[in-house]
């Protein structure tokens, strides 16, 4: 018999902090890039019904310890006007030995915490150490994490956001000026936010792209987050050939990417220009930004091994403190 812990919504937030996330993300993609890490390609399951979809992500991580971990969880874009959250489901943590089940976590907390962590981390290691004025597309729960993420590896002097409608960006502001110490301006259109911004963060559900290149600022650095699947981007295809681009993983973006699949298509870029996953970049710091005047793109697409690593974390700290609901399974 195992002693499974089961950690909900409340506890993964108060158990997983973005700042130790983003140590705990760190380590997952040296992890990574030291190959200690298996891990397939997410499968996704659709029927009839076109307003959703399930995912899939398992992976191993060797290393001290192992373990085995699989998210399952329902994306449904539409959910947050019904006052959802879009992505719903649980990460399952599985003993690397034994296959005893360790833990189950609640996916959307997980989700959002790990997305923005992995953000901030490319974030460190691409950005110019002087970027200061961030711009966010987006409102959601994506948004609001990276509105949080972002201050803590730079000294964010403003953080502009552009919303779908003014009401969501100025309603965006008003909550998170309780959570984050810097300007938040709420602004009309994704042009305004981005123009002259050292850091954009876009991380909304549009199929189409939201950010055209001649807004783009040299020496600027991009976080193309929303787009997860291969027929939704956020860039057009200039911004990504403006760039030097990175990824979390070339194997999941060159099969389900439409920020770089619709480039490629488009001739504007070649297989090559896929510069270093992020990993690499942490186990060589040569591979990152080379100039202050380039653009630097990274492309998150969320991998298993995050959600993996995270509960794992959420795991050991909640069986040092005795948190969530134990039971016998």
């Known amino acids: ?26 380590e997952a993609f040296s992890a990574l890039a030291r190959g200690e890490v298996h891990q397939p390609l997410r499968s996704l399951v659709r029927s009839s019904d076109p307003s959703g979809f399930l995912g899939l992500m398992p992976a191993f991580r060797g290393g001290n310890r192992s373990f085995w971990g699989l998210k399952e969880v329902c994306v449904f874009p539409g959910n947050p006007a019904r006052g959802l959250d879009s992505h719903l489901g649980a990460v399952l943590l599985h003993d690397g030995s034994t296959g005893e089940l360790l833990a189950i976590a609640e996916a959307s907390a997980v989700t959002s915490i790990r997305t923005a962590a992995v953000t901030a981390l490319a974030t460190d ?7 200061s004025v961030v711009a966010i597309a987006g409102t959601g729960a994506q948004a609001r994490a990276h509105a949080q993420a972002i201050p803590l590896i730079r000294e964010v002097s403003e953080i502009r956001v552009a919303g779908r409608t003014p009401e969501a960006s100025a309603a965006f502001c008003q909550e998170m000026r309780r959570r984050v110490d810097c300007a938040l301006t709420p602004v009309g ?8 911004a050292d850091i ?9 792209p939201i950010l ?9 650095h991009l976080n193309l987050v929303g787009a997860s699947v291969r027929t939704a981007r956020e860039a057009d295809g200039a911004t990504i050939a403006a760039g030097r681009l990175y990824v979390d993983r070339r194997e999941s973006t060159i099969n389900e990417s ?3 699949l619709f480039a490629l298509e488009e ?10 996953e992020i990993g690499e970049v942490l186990l ?11 653009i630097t793109i990274f492309k998150s697409l969320g991998l298993a091994i995050e959600d993996l690593a995270a509960t794992a974390w959420l795991y050991e700290r909640a069986n040092a403190s005795a948190r969530g609901n134990w039971v016998d399974f």
Request: proline share 2%; glycine share 8%.
């Open 1 to 26: 018999m195992t002693r499974t812990v089961i950690l909900g919504h409340d506890d993964v937030i108060d158990l997983l902090p973005m700042r130790e996330c983003i140590g705990v993300m760190r």
């Open 125 to 131: 290691l691409l950005a110019r150490r002087d970027a």
């Open 189 to 196: 259109t994704v042009e305004e936010a981005v123009r002259d």
């Open 200 to 208: 954009v963060v876009t991380a909304t559900s549009s199929k189409t």
């Open 212 to 220: 055209n290149r001649p807004w783009v600022s040299g020496g600027a």
């Open 258 to 260: 439409g920020d770089y």
């Open 267 to 276: 001739a504007v870029i070649d297989q090559s220009h896929i510069q270093a």
């Open 284 to 294: 060589d710091s040569n591979l990152g930004r080379r100039t202050r005047d380039e």
